[in-house]
């Protein structure tokens, strides 16, 4: 059994930041990518930025430069830095791990999502 748990959302002022943390736990083996996707109201969810186990990220275009995604491996979990935010910004945020197990081989697990949302 493997439990993703997101935190860190909020209600902030356009410009401000805030700071979400994710962590794995349970019978993992490995968890080679971590990322974090973003679903707004009436909209599909996307990837916000991801981070492979030996530390290579990527961010969608919308967010380079103002988000950053780190890891701790010890911990099995991830951040993510938001600076500068705007309205455009506001979603629940998931969290994904892309968790290897002994009873279930490789998959990919979700958290519950933590709400952002930025107000102008």
């Known amino acids: 059994q493997v439990q993703v748990v997101e935190s860190g959302g909020g209600l902030v002022q356009a410009g401000g930041s805030l700071r979400l943390s994710c962590a794995a736990s349970?019978?993992?083996?490995?968890?080679?990518?971590m990322g974090w996707y973003r679903q707004a109201p009436g909209k599909q969810r996307e990837l916000v930025a991801g981070?492979?186990?030996?530390?290579?990220?990527n961010y969608a275009d919308s967010v380079k430069g103002r988000f950053t995604i780190s890891r701790d491996n010890a911990k099995n979990t991830i951040y993510l830095q938001m600076n500068s935010l705007n309205a455009d910004d506001t979603a629940v945020y998931y969290c994904?791990?892309?968790?290897?197990?002994?009873?279930?081989?490789?998959?990919?697990?979700w958290g519950q999502g933590t709400q952002v949302t930025v107000s102008s």
């Open positions: 349970g019978s993992i083996f490995s968890i080679d990518v």
């Open positions: 994904n791990a892309d968790v290897r197990t002994w009873s279930e081989g490789r998959r990919g697990y």
């Open positions: 981070v492979t186990s030996g530390g290579r990220t």
